[in-house]
């Protein structure tokens, strides 16, 4: 942060001292005029909902961790000339997009009992979810040191640190769904069936578990050629916390990610896909315990 913006900001929390608003918002809008990404700026408006704060506008929790690397993401894209607006509303779309897989088991997430969104990051989506399914419904998970906390103490949801060793995993409760966004994109497959084990383990008789991969659409996009198997994985990532053999990209055809399943769950389930789902090129899969 420059010198200028700090200035700035001191000079805002001194005016919100003297419950000032009018002279905050200023101050805290010429930060951002002068760094439009700039956080500790955008953070000061959301946390004491200053005019033009999304948290009013959106209906959801505006505040954005300076460890989120999906928003570093945005903010680092080309194409994107407003990495709030369009990272809040990148967790839309995924609301919008995870209902409709559910459709597929007749699940709904306004009447959701228990619901755990595992590798949540720092709320992209969190924030919105949170704000659909019932209250005390949700629960978080990641691995990222410092994630779950920002989560419980921004969004009010419990929440638990995971592993990048899924045997040292303990989850503590049953769940009516599981949902896992863009972590079956980037772990090895060596690691899957053991993944897989751990959070099937984890539902309710009438759960589901829902995920998402980098389908063959995604591969095509940018180039990769999977191997005879129907997968590809190389060691690099978006991640600043995270090794990139641990967490990389891995790229799987509809056949191998069903392969996998039964592999490890064996044959008394269900499994529904659908191809190019989230973002338009992953692939969102459905696992379910027939009954």
Not at 40 to 59: I, K, V
Not at 141 to 166: A, I, K, N, Q, W
Not at 213 to 225: D, F, R, S
Request: glycine share 8%.
């Amino acid at each position: 942060m420059s010198t200028s913006i700090k200035q700035l900001l001191h000079q805002a929390l001194k005016a919100l001292d003297v419950q000032d608003h009018a002279r905050a918002s200023d101050l805290v809008n010429q930060a951002l005029i002068n760094e439009p990404t700039s956080l500790d700026a955008y953070n000061l408006r959301e946390q004491y909902r200053l005019p033009g704060n999304f948290s009013d506008w959106m209906g959801v929790e505006g505040q954005i961790s300076p460890d989120d690397d999906i928003f570093r993401f945005f903010s680092n894209h080309p194409t994107s000339v407003n990495p709030v607006r369009d990272y809040l509303s990148d967790g839309w779309r995924t609301a919008v997009e995870l209902q409709q897989t559910l459709d597929l088991c007749n699940k709904t997430l306004g009447r959701c009992t228990s619901f755990l969104e595992f590798a949540s990051g720092h709320g992209r989506f969190t924030r919105h979810l949170a704000r659909i399914v019932p209250k005390g419904v949700l629960t978080v998970s990641d691995v990222v040191p410092g994630s779950v906390d920002f989560l419980r103490e921004t969004m009010g949801v419990s929440g638990f640190y995971s592993d990048v060793d899924p045997g040292k995993i303990a989850v503590p409760s049953k769940y009516e769904v599981i949902f896992v966004l863009s972590l079956f994109s980037h772990l090895p497959c060596e690691t899957w069936q053991a993944w897989f084990k751990v959070l099937f383990a984890a539902l309710e008789p009438n759960g589901v578990l829902v995920f998402s991969t980098h389908g063959q659409k995604c591969a095509k996009l940018i180039g990769v050629e999977m191997l005879e198997m129907g997968y590809h994985f190389y060691p690099s990532s978006e991640s600043s916390a995270l090794d990139g053999e641990t967490y990389g990209c891995a790229y799987a055809g509809p056949q191998f990610v069903q392969k996998q399943i039964t592999a490890a769950l064996g044959e008394e389930i269900r499994i529904q896909m659908l191809t190019n789902h989230f973002w338009g090129n992953q692939d969102a899969v459905v696992v379910s315990k027939l009954i």
